[in-house]
């Protein structure tokens, strides 16, 4: 039970990072490497609002400050990325894009460790530590705020891309890019748009692993954006319902294999899971079969 | 034209590092092995994802692997390093037949992500010391040297020679390959996957093949790697190496003279410029951002598989797509 809570918990972190790269991979057949390293940066910009400008007290007014100005923050990040290390590449070969991706994540990873350096950072501790004990099961209050604040995140944004116009317009440039714009879409602000929600998202994941966490280190977004990659494909990459179904997935695997076997092997029994799915589902739980065209 | 280029170029540059060592000191040498390794892993990566268009991104796997067969067999079995190296050949490309084979069919980015996995698998596998014979976190360190009788004093150079006539093996197998039906097969594959199906060309055995080959050539480099290092350790052999060699490939344009500028700029120069060691890879991201945009297939791209003259027309010389 216990590793059900922590479970579901990571794999909260998960999905909402899994979003950023479900939805740029459904819109522009692109894995978005930096995705990852923005998530990072969100721990550090938040670290550093919170320490130098809103002056290291905590109250609810602070805690609502450090989200807002890093989200803006991370989300003029993902912006610039899209403007410089993407939009040029649209037409190009495939592999082009895919090392733009890769040199953005390694800019970005290396601007941290050049602003903060290699050491590991501390989160400050935002959240008051309330601990639950209900039926031999601890719960913190950081774990249900964690839980409850994805889920309507979640949520909104499920409900944002079904039902509004330009949720619609996001859905039709993700099946067929040429065709949205014949309809009178214009491709590139939706491009924008997604960039924007899926770094807003990233960043309140990254805040919420510095929360969870408390070590920050400027390269652990490899090793996030890679889980949150896998859940976004464990649930069909392209596919929104999937990418939070995965990373709840995913985080449940996680907690209980680092739970009851071992802690060293997490990482390769989440790849070996992924690689498993790859074979016999390469589309994931919740994606649909299309012929792709590489 | 290219040719003819190719027939000064080759010689001109083996000669010239068959004479390098004479001109540098032991840290320079280390410098100059490591390229040369370094040089055959990318190359090997390249018949991979550059001839046959596979995204693969583990080939840190097969070199580690290589690396590490050498370093069990001579640390505790005592084999000779000479000895280890048809099995350090043939065990990761072996590994490259299975594990290649369930996954072949995946497409671009799947296939990308599914090496990846098996990198991370590998790694983890050797830090937490499988089987009980691969050292953990530290690796495997106190290998023999390399030697052959008669030349003992002369085996301070001997990591550099060995890596160096590891390098002319895969430039003689690479250039085979180019020129033989299995290269074109390999071209075409990259090209259209399904119009080379369709024209008779057994793509799921091509494809195999093609991971093999790339998997033993870096075997090969692994032996090299722990012969001139004497030890193995697994953050050698991360992932993040295999996004460099796959990064290098790319940026170079997946031709040798692309490759090896690739190979210099990513592994040399910051050996050169030592005070900008932490602003390396910072700018190295810039680099690969700019390249693909100004040049989006690569600083020196390869032209199309070398056809014989019988089958083009009037004497075309590079069928360029």
């Given at each position: ?19 950023g790269y479900t939805m740029v991979y459904g819109v522009m057949k692109l894995i978005n ?141 993700a ?54 990659f896998?859940?976004a494909i464990?649930?069909?990459i392209g596919?929104?319902?999937?990418a ?51 | ?108 980015d ?212």
């Amino acid at each position: 039970m216990q590793q059900l809570v922590n479970g579901l918990t990571i794999g909260s972190m998960f999905a909402l990072i899994a979003l950023g790269y479900t939805m740029v991979y459904g819109v522009m057949k692109l894995i978005n490497f930096a995705h990852g390293d923005l998530v990072a940066g969100s721990s550090f910009v938040g670290l550093f609002v919170f320490s130098q400008m809103l002056g290291g007290e905590v109250s609810l007014f602070v805690v609502l400050g450090v989200f807002a100005f890093t989200i803006v923050a991370i989300a003029l990040l993902g912006f610039t990325i899209e403007r410089l290390a993407y939009r040029p590449l649209r037409t190009a070969p495939r592999l082009s894009a895919v090392v733009s991706a890769l040199g953005a994540s390694m800019v970005i990873q290396n601007g941290i460790m050049l602003l903060w350096g290699p050491q590991m950072h501390i989160f400050p501790e935002l959240i008051p530590t309330i601990i639950w004990e209900v039926g031999g099961v601890v719960v913190s209050l950081m774990q249900v705020l964690i839980m409850v604040l994805s889920m309507i995140l979640m949520v909104g944004l499920y409900l944002f891309v079904e039902k509004t116009k330009i949720g619609t317009a996001i859905r039709a440039s993700a099946i067929d890019q040429d065709a949205a714009r014949l309809m009178g879409i214009n491709v590139n602000n939706i491009i924008v748009t997604i960039f924007l929600i899926g770094s807003s998202l990233g960043a309140v994941g990254g805040l919420f692993i510095g929360l969870y966490y408390r070590g920050i280190t400027f390269n652990m977004g490899w090793q996030y954006g890679l889980y949150a990659f896998v859940a976004a494909i464990i649930g069909g990459i392209g596919n929104i319902p999937g990418a939070m179904l995965g990373g709840l997935l995913l985080g449940l695997f996680n907690a209980f294999i680092a739970g009851y076997i071992s802690s060293t092997w997490a990482d390769a029994f989440t790849f070996i899971l992924l690689i498993v799915i790859l074979i016999v589902r390469p589309t994931g739980i919740l994606g649909e079969r299309v012929a792709e065209k590489v | 034209m290219m040719k003819k280029i190719q027939h000064i170029a080759y010689p001109l540059f083996f000669i010239v590092m068959a004479l390098l060592p004479a001109l540098l000191d032991s840290r320079w040498l280390v410098v100059a092995t490591t390229f040369v390794i370094f040089t055959i892993v990318a190359l090997s990566q390249d018949i991979v994802l550059g001839k046959a268009g596979m995204f693969n991104m583990g080939q840190a796997l097969f070199f580690g692997l290589g690396a590490y067969t050498t370093a069990v067999l001579n640390a505790k079995f005592g084999w000779p390093i000479l000895a280890t190296l048809p099995v350090a050949i043939l065990i990761p490309a072996f590994f490259g037949i299975l594990l290649a084979g369930p996954i072949i069919h995946l497409r671009g980015d799947y296939l990308l992500v599914a090496t990846i996995g098996f990198n991370i698998v590998f790694v983890q596998a050797v830090q937490n010391n499988l089987g009980g014979i691969t050292g953990g976190p530290n690796g495997i360190f106190g290998l023999d040297m390399l030697s052959f009788p008669g030349l003992a004093s002369f085996e301070h150079f001997m990591p550099y020679y060995a890596a160096l006539a590891a390098l002319f093996f895969t430039l003689f197998v690479i250039n085979n390959l180019e020129s033989s039906m299995m290269g074109r097969a390999l071209h075409y594959l990259r090209e259209d996957d399904l119009a080379a199906g369709s024209i008779g060309i057994n793509t799921r055995v091509h494809k195999i093949f093609a991971f093999a080959m790339g998997a033993g050539i870096a075997g090969m480099a692994g032996t090299m790697y722990a012969n001139q290092y004497s030890a193995v350790s697994p953050e050698a052999f991360d992932f993040i190496q295999s996004v460099l060699f796959f990064s290098i490939v790319i940026v170079g344009g997946s031709s040798v003279p692309g490759i090896l500028l690739g190979v210099f700029v990513m592994f040399v120069l910051p050996e050169i410029f030592r005070e900008f060691a932490t602003w390396r890879y910072f700018i190295f991201g810039f680099a690969m951002i700019f390249t693909m945009i100004l040049r989006p297939r690569g600083i020196w791209p390869a032209k199309f598989g070398r056809i014989p003259k019988a089958f083009t027309e009037k004497g075309r010389e590079n069928g360029q797509q």
